[in-house]
């Protein structure tokens, strides 16, 4: 079945260093594809999608691209700040609307 | 380790029925859950955040009499859609927060309910 395979750190960078998560994703159809964040306590929140091959997602200063060709959507930042230090999933969602989610790679920025 | 289990993973009702969604942390306990539900062909969005033994805070919007969160033990969270309608067919799932040298989250596999 459809499944995503995500880099599962933990990932330690300091502020202002270049950020790249990496996820790649099985699916035998066109799946739309989505990177969430959870802040420590809270739920799942939405950080960006993209429906079609060589879309770009991007939100915060985050961007993934979806690569048809390398079936991959990696989260990058080009500085990133204390207050992103979270939890990130990559997710994928089918044609039957049900939700893949990778395991999460934790991120912790320090000053 | 940390892995939650999600029942049922489908399930079709009739009309004003109720349908209960049970969520199980198989190894570790969890003080929090969250229940997501996924509208056809959006994102993921949150509903409510249980804690064990207290009652369970809703988002905006929730009607939190129609989606009943019981989060009665350590090991077990509960989500019943009364008097279930069509425009309840979605999919739902939860996740569990994991406490394991710092914290992390892991999701149950879904349910995919449909009413009739």
């Known amino acids: 079945g459809d499944s995503v395979t995500q880099m599962e750190g933990p990932v330690t960078l300091s502020e202002e260093a270049f950020l790249t998560i990496n996820c790649t994703y099985t699916a035998t159809g066109y799946p739309s594809l989505f990177w969430y964040v959870q802040y420590p306590g809270e739920g799942l929140q939405l950080l960006l999608k993209a429906t079609k091959a060589d879309d770009k997602g991007s939100n915060k200063g985050f961007e993934a691209t979806y690569r048809k060709e390398t079936t991959s959507f990696h989260l990058e930042k080009g500085s990133v700040q204390v207050s992103d230090s979270a939890v990130y999933f990559c997710a994928l969602s089918d044609g039957a609307n049900d939700m893949r989610f990778g395991a999460g790679t934790r991120l912790t920025v320090k000053p | 380790g940390a892995v939650v289990s999600q029942h049922p993973s489908r399930v079709i009702c009739k009309s004003g029925t109720s349908v209960k969604i049970e969520c199980r942390s198989l190894d570790f306990q969890a003080t929090t859950m969250f229940w997501y539900r996924q509208f056809p062909k959006q994102s993921l969005m949150l509903m409510a955040t249980?804690?064990?033994?207290?009652?369970?805070?809703?988002e905006q919007g929730v009607e939190k009499d129609k989606f009943l969160i019981n989060h009665a033990s350590l090991t077990l969270s509960t989500l019943t859609v009364t008097s279930a309608h069509p425009e309840d067919s979605s999919f739902y799932i939860c996740?569990?927060?994991?406490?394991?040298?710092?914290?992390?989250?892991?999701f149950g596999s879904g349910t995919r309910l449909t009413v009739v």
């Open positions: 996740s569990a927060r994991v406490i394991l040298g710092g914290y992390g989250y892991t």
């Open positions: 249980s804690n064990e033994g207290s009652k369970a805070t809703y």
